[in-house]
């Protein structure tokens, strides 16, 4: 299966090195290219892509309102959003997880990271780039509105909301094997099966929710 791709980014030489990169892997496809935050919003409802890789500083519309028209346009999830940017901090974090993208990288990142990255949040894992610790996300949950509704979360079993409180923890379905020692392959279904139960496009959102439901408490 091909991934289709569109490359958001004010300078062309940026474009044009992330396009080569991708164009050269076998099962990446990039389709279009926008030099603005508002050629980014228009350019994902004609393409549809699997993914966008978005800058942050954008000429007429921002990264982050640009990502904001774009998921609010898809239901279905699609596409997810990869934020690029030179800027590593703390407020541009906040500002692409508020905005529901998938993952935040650092352009200055190796171009092999940038690959891995795009494969990596296609296939719906969270990613944030090596500089973006955990103080950096849980800085994020602690802006968030504590609401306290757990509603959503009724729909999930004992186990389930385990998983739950390891995603927003940042685990990999690997270190959660390894926590509630069970095979991988389990680990991935209880992923999967927490993500469908609570309409949630990736690990990203689950992060969010995790933290607003108070399910998980920043410093724990």
Partial sequence: MTLTVVIADDQTMVR???????????????????RTGAEAVTACRELRPDLVLMDIRMPELDGLAATRQILAGAPDGRPRVLVLTTFDADEYVYGALGAGASGFLLKDSPLDDLV??????????????????????EGFAAQLPRTQDTARLRELTARENEVLRLIARGLSNADIATRLVIAEQTAKTHVSRVLGKLRLRDRAQAVVLAYEAGLVVPGE
């Fill in 16 to 34: 044009q090195s992330f396009r080569a990169v991708l164009d050269a892997q076998p099962d990446i496809r990039v389709t279009g290219e926008a």
């Fill in 116 to 137: 891995v990255a795009v494969r990596m949040v296609a296939a719906g894992n969270a990613l944030f780039a090596p500089a973006v610790t955990r103080r950096v996300i």
